[in-house]
């Protein structure tokens, strides 16, 4: 897929240029607890929607950040909700794919469809449900994320993210398509493509506290710079 293959390639110059972006925040929360691992390997938890407007923009820069580390086959199209705030917001689907790394395990659960029961557009109908956390999955969720808002990612139980990073907004995609935001991505001097690559940046520096700054080639010198500003 075209789009797949743009967002997953943007070149290092420009992800060096964009770097923390326009966040003078500390964007992630700290989490004290057992770390979180699977098969060997730092795990980071995602726990989203296909009807969430939130989600979608969060995707574009989760499929960017974790590109750096694997690999991912399977990714789809889609849009959230048509019913929901920015309705229709272009995004990726977790759904389906599989994803592939040396280095940490991801797990994905996309929750509810984008649709309604019935194909209702009553927005007092509920979402069509899609996959089912496990018991441990939706502790984790509870414990760090009280709220159960989403987009919701553990990063090892060492930091938690909720929603998007400012200034990303779902907003920001409205009107765009899949393949306008994947140009906008490798433009540094687009609104939108800082936006997202600030948060694909945070989310790389995460992961590289988990796994001891390996890829060299995904923890460069910008990226450990943001690692100490992760969170206060």
């Not at 938890?45 to 580390?69: I, K």
Request: hydrophobic letters at 35%.
């Amino acid at each position: 897929m075209m789009v797949a293959t743009e967002i997953t390639s943007v070149p290092a110059a420009v992800l060096n240029k964009v770097g923390a972006g326009a966040s003078d925040v500390a964007p992630l929360k700290t989490i004290t607890d057992k770390a979180l691992t699977m098969n060997g390997k730092p795990e980071v938890l995602f726990m989203g929607a296909e009807y969430c407007p939130f989600c979608a923009a969060q995707r574009w820069a989760m499929v960017n950040a974790f590109s750096r580390f694997g690999t991912f086959t399977g990714l789809t199209t889609t849009h959230s909700s048509s019913t929901d705030t920015d309705a229709n917001t272009p995004t990726l689907t977790f759904y389906g794919s599989t994803y592939t790394s040396n280095y940490i395990s991801l797990v994905t659960v996309e929750l509810e469809h984008n649709y309604r029961i019935g194909n209702s557009s009553s927005t007092s109908v509920a979402y069509a449900p899609l996959q089912t956390p496990t018991a441990a999955e939706e502790k984790l969720q509870s414990d760090y994320d009280p709220g159960t808002y989403i987009p919701y990612i553990d990063f090892g139980n060492k930091y938690a993210q909720v929603g998007n990073l400012s200034p990303l907004t779902p907003t920001m995609l409205d009107g765009l398509t899949w393949q306008q935001v994947a140009t906008d991505m490798s433009n540094p001097s687009s609104s939108v493509g800082q936006a997202i690559i600030a948060n694909a940046n945070y989310e790389t520096a995460a992961i590289c506290t988990l796994t001891n700054n390996q890829p060299a080639s995904a923890c460069t010198p910008t990226i450990q710079k943001l690692e100490g500003t992760l969170a206060k």
